[in-house]
Structure formats: C-alpha cells, structure tokens
C-alpha cells in the first residue's frame, strides 16, 4: 500500500469521474479539448504522488510547530514553502484557468478531485493554495485587464498568495455592521483604514506578496451591505514595473491560536495604522475592483467557490481518517468472536467485530456521499461555464446555487462524524497524537465556521435558495432527484429498491417547504432552519448514493478487487438507506408542525 492510499481511493475516483460523471465528455467541448482521459488520469496521479511527498510528510510537524509572531517576522516551518513551491510547480494553480494567463483549461470537476488529494494530505499547507485560487478566479471575472496582468499572473506563478477580508470584530459574519473605510484619492486608488479578523493565510513570508481582498465603505455609501466596495489592498506595493516596491499600510496585530488548521496562519490585521505611511501619509493603497457599492455581488464569487472549497476540504478530513481506521482495523488484533470466546485461539482483528464494522460502514456511507456531491458540483460549473445550449448553463448555475450551501454543510457536519468515529475504531490510541486521526477532527472541526458557519448557510438555504425565482432552484432539484427516481424503478434490482424511499423522501421536502413558509412569518419559518438544512442535505446525498447504484449495477459483478469494490458501493448505500435516511422523517415532522420552542425561549430562562 501506498502512502497515497491513506489519503483518498484512486478507484472511487476513477469510478467517480469516469464511471459516473463521464468527464471524457467534456473534452468534446473546445475549452477543454486539448485534454483526454489520460490527460485527466495523469494529473490525479501527479496530485496523488506530490501530496503524498510533499504534503503529508509534514502535516503532523505544521500542527505541532504552528506558525509563530515575533512581533516582526511570521514564522513556519520550512517545509510548508517548500510543499507550496513543489505544488506551484505542477501548475495546478492555474488547472481551470485560461490558457491566455497560463492555464490549463482542465474540467472544474477534475480540478477538484485533484485538488481534495492536498486537503486530505496537509488541509492547512493546501489553505494558502485555496485561498489563492478563489482570489485569482475572482480577478479574472471582475477585475480589469491590467489587475490581471499585476495581480493574477504572478499568483498563477505561485510568487504571490491570495486572501479574502471581510469579517471584522465588532461585527464578526455580519457584513451589514463592516466599518472599514476606502477614502478615494485624486490619482484613482483608494486609502483603506480598518480592522479585519479571523483572515486566512493573512501575514506569512511564504511568498514574495500576499494579495488581500477586502471589503470597505467609500464615503457617502448606502448602509448596510449595499454600501460595500471591494478592493486590491497588497502587502507590498509594487512600481511601474511590477516589481516589489514599499510595504503597504496593512500591519499584523497578531495571530489567532486554534484548535485545528494550526498550518494556515490566522490573523487579525490592521489597514491604516500609519506604521508604513507609503508615499509618504496613512492608509493602506488600494484599486477598487469592479462598480463601487458592488463589492458584495463580487465578492460571493469567491465566497461561493470557497464555500464547495470547504466543503471538499471536510470530505477529504472525513475520507482519509476513514481509510486510516479501515487500515488499522484490519491490523489491529484484539478479542473474539462471540460465538468463539475459547482464550487460547488467536485474537481477531478488530474489523472482524460488528460493531467496529458499523463505524466503518457508517464513515463510508458519509465520505462517499459527501465526495460524489462535490464532484457532482464540480461537473455542474464545468456545464455553467461550457454546455453549448444557453438553457442547460442557467439550469446547471440554478441547480448550484441551491445546492451550494448544502455543499459547504453537510460535509462539514458528517464527515466531522466520520472523524469522529474513526477515533473510536482507533481505541484509546484514536485519543493520542501518536495516530492521525485526531488531529484530522480537530482540522474538521473548524469547516462547519468556515465561510459561513451551519446556522447562516441554514438561513441561505431556506431563506434564500428555495424561495429565489418563485422557488424555481427548489422545484429543478426535486425534478432532477425524480429523473433519478424514475431511472432507478426502470432499472429494477436494487435500485428499485431504493428508489421508493427517496421518491417519498422528495414528496416530503416540497410539503414541508411550503408549509414553512405558508404563515407569511419569515421568523417562524427560520427558527428551525439548521434541521431542514440536515434534512435536506440527507436526501441529497441518498440522492447521490442512489446515482452511485445505478452505475454499479450496470458494471455487473466482476470477479476480483474491481467485484469487491462494487460490492463495498452496494452496502454503503444500503446502509445510508437503512440507517441515515430514515432520520429525516421525524426532522420533517418537527418542520412540517411548525415547531416554536427555541423560537419561544426567552433569554431569562437559560
């Protein structure tokens, strides 16, 4: 076994892309028409084999030797450079981008599926590269052609790193209450002065320039997040020529110390204190992307990328920790079968035990699921971007925009369950830092925060996604879950099976969605929004088992590792079928009654 094989499985992703989402289709597209299914199976390989050298190996040590403020240098470890260096090099930082800025043009699709191998490797090395991606994506959407050649092409290069800055502290998710200011300057940049919190990949030496976006109020701006403007904001200012020129006004205040992600410096950051004054007075220099009082609309472009980002990121936490408690169950001996107590037979391996193989079974069902639901995202951009008719891009960006904030949830909630569980499978050693699996549940646990925490992408999903166009996000989801349905009762066998359950499943969701809703109060129908997000989020990924199965079944049962491996797909849906989707009955009987409890308790009372 490799080390790569701790990380992901190569033939869930073989059966993942190929198999099921037939990405070989895509490169009949001219976009992506340089590429093959070679092309697509040698990047996976290239992304397995440089996460597993260069990532990995210090995952522990960037944990354990966290990032360190001297008051004037940030400080890590050298190797995480160095793994930033070897990814620069595979030119993965420009996998989707166009070939005009020295990208690759690859499927979306398959950029994920090979970006997951460094999240599952190192997920606090592989931020830096995250972060860079969505800032550079939304330069290349918004930005004029001359923030392009500054800014973009030396992060394609991997010279300078990315950021997002929104959150501040008196305001913290609440983008109405931002007070950072831009005041606007006669030769056209802007002077930022204010604080940001919690800022990602914020201050480090990593790279020769960190490229923050960040989100201000120009003088005279409407309140409320409709006041908000985006903005350039570079540590380091650069000249005519594009070379690095004085440090820009944007000082380190001082890192946060978290539970997990202990690799990514986290920080709060100071625009304008007047530490720096370039040119000459206060404020840090900034280039307005876009229409002022539109920074927002902008701005979600790399919100909602880093959203399926997070959610990607908490099914490779949840899938390797799986693949790490698989491996050490089956080596690990330790009793006997309860039918055989006789002392003087040999000890079993743990996986030999039902209830070890519930845990198991249990992170299977959640890692799968979670990881065909990102790809099947993935496959959703590639047709918004490429599909030839105009109908089919508004369905597939319709189609994703409801299924976004489930993306970035549901990850984030059950494969923290599957870590959860593979510390159990573990023992008392799961406990300890001699095994991994620890530190990956600490690393999960920060994705359910993460861009948005459950109970706001909750309020996205009910209070914005099912009602937006008079609920037609809501109603094509329902539709494209039933085109499986139907195909699923054609197919009989298991399938068909499985079937009924989701078809009562879905007829559920349109009831008790208009329920919520009908009483015209938007209090009410919210108060209990998480449930329906956990609700939902489950029938989906049945939804995505239940494509699984139909691609299984039409493999047939083979002989061998490829006969095992489908057998192993049919018994994971089983058990999501059997033991998660039943659960969703009495979520939306609590929904469906209109529950008032935690709308009715009063603050006194706790």
Not at 338 to 362: E, G, W, Y
Not at 411 to 422: R, S, V
Request: glycine fraction near 10%; hydrophobic fraction near 45%; charge should be negative.
């Amino acid at each position: 076994m490799s080390s790569s094989d701790l990380l992901l499985s190569r033939r869930d992703l073989a059966f993942l892309l190929h198999d099921w989402l037939d990405v070989t289709r895509l490169t009949e597209r001219p976009r992506y028409a340089e590429h093959t299914r070679e092309t697509v199976d040698e990047v996976l390989d290239l992304a397995a084999r440089v996460a597993a050298e260069r990532f990995a190996p210090h995952n522990r040590a960037a944990d354990t030797g966290e990032p360190t403020f001297d008051g004037q240098r940030v400080r890590t470890i050298p190797q995480v450079k160095a793994a930033l260096e070897a990814f620069a090099e595979t030119g993965l930082l420009a996998a989707t981008m166009d070939e005009s800025v020295g990208g690759l043009q690859l499927p979306h699709v398959v950029a994920a599926a090979a970006f997951a191998w460094f999240q599952a490797a190192n997920v606090g090395t592989s931020a830096y590269p995250m972060l860079t991606l969505g800032n550079a994506n939304l330069l290349l959407a918004h930005g004029s052609a001359e923030q392009i050649d500054t800014w973009v092409r030396p992060m394609v290069e991997g010279r300078f790193f990315g950021t997002m800055c929104l959150s501040e502290p008196q305001a913290g998710s609440s983008l109405t209450d931002l007070t950072t200011r831009a005041e606007p300057q006669d030769d056209g940049t802007y002077r930022i002065v204010g604080t940001k919190m919690w800022i990602s990949g914020g201050d480090h030496e990593l790279a020769e320039n960190i490229v923050h976006l960040v989100l201000a109020r120009i003088p005279g701006a409407p309140a409320g997040v409709k006041g908000l403007s985006l903005f350039i904001v570079p540590k380091v200012l650069l000249d005519d020529d594009g070379n690095l020129g004085p440090r820009n006004d944007v000082v380190l205040v001082g890192l946060n110390h978290k539970l997990g992600y202990r690799g990514t410096t986290n920080t709060l950051l100071n625009f304008g204190e007047g530490v720096h004054r370039p040119y000459g007075r206060a404020g840090a220099v900034g280039y307005l992307v876009g229409q002022p009082h539109q920074g927002l609309a902008v701005m979600f472009h790399m919100m909602n990328e880093a959203r399926i980002g997070i959610g990607a990121g908490a099914t490779a936490l949840g899938y390797t920790a799986y693949l790490k408690s698989v491996a050490y169950a089956r080596q690990r001996p330790q009793g006997r079968p309860v039918a055989d107590k006789d002392p003087t037979t040999p000890q079993v391996p743990i996986v030999a035990h039902p209830d070890v193989r519930r845990m198991l079974l249990a992170q299977k069902s959640y890692v799968e699921g979670a990881l065909a639901l990102v790809l099947y995202c993935g496959r959703l951009l590639d047709e918004q971007k490429t599909a030839p008719a105009e109908a089919d891009r508004e369905r597939a960006q319709l189609l994703l925009d409801l299924l976004t904030p489930i993306t970035k949830s549901w990850p984030a909630q059950w494969c923290l369950a599957a870590n959860d569980l593979a510390i159990q499978v573990h023992g008392g050693y799961g406990y300890t830092r001699d095994y991994d699996v620890e530190q990956h549940w600490r690393d999960n646990r920060l994705n359910a925060i993460h861009e948005g925490t459950h109970g706001i992408q909750a309020l996205d999903l009910l209070g914005r996604k099912v009602t937006m166009r008079d609920g037609a996000a809501l109603e094509l989801l329902l539709e494209t879950i039933r085109g499986t349905v139907s195909r699923a009762w054609k197919a009989d066998g298991f399938a068909s099976e499985l079937a009924g359950q989701l078809a009562a499943a879905v007829d559920r969701i349109a009831v008790v969605t208009r329920r919520l809703w009908a009483p015209g109060d938007p209090e009410l129908a919210l108060a209990n929004a998480s449930v329906y997000l956990e609700a939902v989020g489950h029938v989906v990924i049945a939804w995505m088992w239940l494509e699984q199965v139909l691609v299984v079944e039409a493999l047939g049962s083979p002989e061998g590792a490829e006969g095992e491996f489908l057998a192993g797909k049919r018994q994971a849906a089983r058990y999501f079928y059997r033991w998660e989707l039943p659960k969703v009955g009495a979520q939306f009987d609590l929904l469906e009654g209109l529950d008032r409890t935690t709308l009715d308790m009063r603050e006194s009372w706790f």
